[in-house]
């Protein structure tokens, strides 16, 4: 039983419009999520993360919004630049715990 | 300062055999985490160390089973491997249990 899902496998954005990704949890005892964007042949980076008791989380061209009562996340990259091309994994843990659910990922490419 | 190193890079083993790998936190961090990541799929939740103990464990057989040294380097060994064990194995460090990981490249075991 997957408790994060990332739906969309793949999303492909032109280069300078907006890229969403989004994510779907169903454990309500989640209170922490992040984002992790992954290059092939190296680890998960941490991208961004947000708190429960937040709605929007910013760091420069990285927005997260989460809508708790949809239990609901999303990730805005603003302008989409090439180096944004990469798999992005949503991710949450509970009490910030030990353990963090990974989703299967998205796969971003940004187009010329 | 250097990040988190995994070694060996890629490995090929037999049905049966046992296997250990190895990772190297980033200086300062006392926990370490390991994940499984199967073609397709996010990283999985194996277990977690903080400060030579196991402090949490996914769903993993007794066979994978871990370590962590007073440097708070880290070893997995996993025995009696099964084809379905081939995966990219990630470690993470992070400064304390609840702080943010931040993983190594992965080591890519296959199972023949």
């Known amino acids: 039983d997957q408790q994060v899902k990332q739906n969309s496998p793949s999303l492909s954005v032109q280069e300078g419009r907006i890229s969403i990704l989004n994510c779907d949890y169903t454990?309500?005892?989640?209170?922490?999520f992040l984002w992790y964007k992954k290059y092939p042949a190296e680890g998960p980076t941490f991208l961004i993360s947000?708190?429960?008791?937040?709605d929007k989380n910013e760091d420069g061209r990285f927005t997260v919004f989460l809508n708790k009562s949809a239990k609901h996340l999303s990730l805005h990259i603003v302008p989409s630049q090439p180096g944004d091309s990469a798999v992005y994994f949503c991710a949450a843990s509970s009490n910030r715990d030990d353990k963090i659910i990974f989703g299967k990922g998205t796969r971003l490419h940004i187009l010329p | 300062e250097t990040g988190v190193t995994q070694s060996p890079t890629h490995l090929i083993k037999t049905r049966g055999q046992q296997v250990t790998l190895r990772c190297s936190s980033q200086s300062g961090h006392n926990t370490v985490s390991w994940y499984q990541q199967a073609l397709g799929q996010g990283p999985q939740f194996i277990f977690q160390y903080y400060r030579e103990e196991e402090n949490g464990r996914g769903n993993f057989p007794p066979r994978f089973s871990g370590l962590q040294f007073p440097n708070y380097s880290s070893e997995l060994n996993v025995n009696a491997l099964e084809l379905d064990d081939s995966a990219l194995y990630l470690c993470?460090?992070?400064?304390?249990?609840?702080?943010?990981?931040?993983f190594g490249p992965g080591t890519r075991l296959t199972v023949l």
């Open positions: 993470a460090s992070s400064l304390d249990r609840s702080d943010t990981q931040y």
């Open positions: 454990n309500s005892m989640f209170d922490y």
């Open positions: 947000i708190s429960s008791i937040k």
